[in-house]
């Protein structure tokens, strides 16, 4: 397995391996050390079937399931151990553009990290692109490590015991999308996220922030999200950026605990882009739950 990185602080191209096959514990234990120094790994080259991204995936932890909550059992394209990140409905159409299931996924193109929402976050997504766009809809990952060491000493102190409030609300909020099922809305419900995560193997500390974040816990909600507003802008520079042209059968591994992404714009009422993401989950949570 070779390893070669393709920006100064994330991302690496790893070759040598097949996703296909069961992996020994040599090639996961390399794969893992490889994230925890790059945060995000792509392996090119990797056709692989559902069956295949499962297995792959469960190699690194337990799934994050339910990614679709949102969206009818009957309505899914793909099992819902998968977040189907295509632009397609069940029998393979493009969504319309007033689609629900459309409106939601537009909140990926916001600066985020996967299941920042839920108490026991993402660690790592798995991304396949089954049949992807080029020239348009990259994906843009941001290293939260290096976003984190470059503050400046006060601010570090300042953000050092923040814990913020994250909901798939305020992300869509933002966007102006509010149309939410009073089911939603409970299961919805704000979580706490520590803003200062420490990664348990490097010891690195990092920003963790999203576009779920609405509010941050005792201060007043304008001066929170002005801040947040400013953290986002300071950890999105493009010095801590790797953008990602994505080509057919690329397989993209992120670390959601030290990165954030988002995807950028593209002709999704005229292109198919049929990405398929699997998800594990991180230990437990970054902070402990209020009392409900
Ligand atoms: C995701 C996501 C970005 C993309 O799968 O979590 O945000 O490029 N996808 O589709
Ligand atoms: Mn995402």
């Not at 102190?157 to 939410?180: K, N």
């Not at 920003?207 to 007043?220: D, E, K, M, R």
């Not at 605990?257 to 398929?276: I, K, Q, S, Y």
Request: aromatic share 6%; net charge negative.
């Amino acid at each position: 397995m070779q390893i070669e990185p393709l920006s100064r602080h994330l991302g690496a191209v790893v070759t040598g391996i097949d996703a296909r096959r069961p992996l020994t514990p040599a090639e996961v234990a390399a794969i893992e050390a490889g994230m925890d120094r790059h945060a995000v790994l792509v392996l090119p080259g990797q056709d692989i079937t559902d069956e295949q991204q499962l297995a792959f995936t469960q190699n690194f932890g337990p799934l994050e399931e339910g990614a679709n909550s949102t969206v009818r059992a009957n309505e899914l394209r793909l099992a819902p151990t998968f977040a189907d990140v295509s632009n397609l409905d069940k029998d393979g159409s493009v969504l319309a553009r007033d689609n629900k299931r459309r409106m939601a996924s537009l909140g990926n193109r916001l600066w985020h990290s996967d299941a920042s929402f839920r108490a026991i976050p993402a660690r790592y997504s798995l991304l396949s692109g089954r049949i992807v766009t080029t020239d348009a809809g990259n994906t843009e990952f941001a290293d939260m490590r290096a976003a984190y060491d470059a503050l400046d000493t006060a601010t570090k102190a300042e953000v050092e015991e923040l814990v913020c409030e994250h909901s798939l609300i305020y992300s869509r909020q933002q966007l102006g999308f509010t149309e939410f099922l009073p089911d939603e809305r409970v299961s919805m419900k704000p979580v706490l996220q520590r803003l200062v995560r420490t990664h348990p193997v490097t010891g690195r500390k990092s920003l963790y922030l999203s576009a779920h974040i609405g509010a941050i816990v005792g201060w007043p909600r304008p001066e929170a999200m002005a801040f947040v507003r400013d953290l986002m802008e300071h950890a999105t520079q493009a010095e801590f950026v790797y953008i990602h042209h994505w080509t057919k059968h690329d397989l993209v591994i992120w670390d959601n605990r030290v990165t954030m992404h988002r995807v950028r714009r593209f002709d999704d009422l005229n292109t198919v882009r049929d990405m398929r993401r699997t998800t594990t989950r991180s230990d437990g949570p970054t902070v402990a739950q209020q009392a409900a």
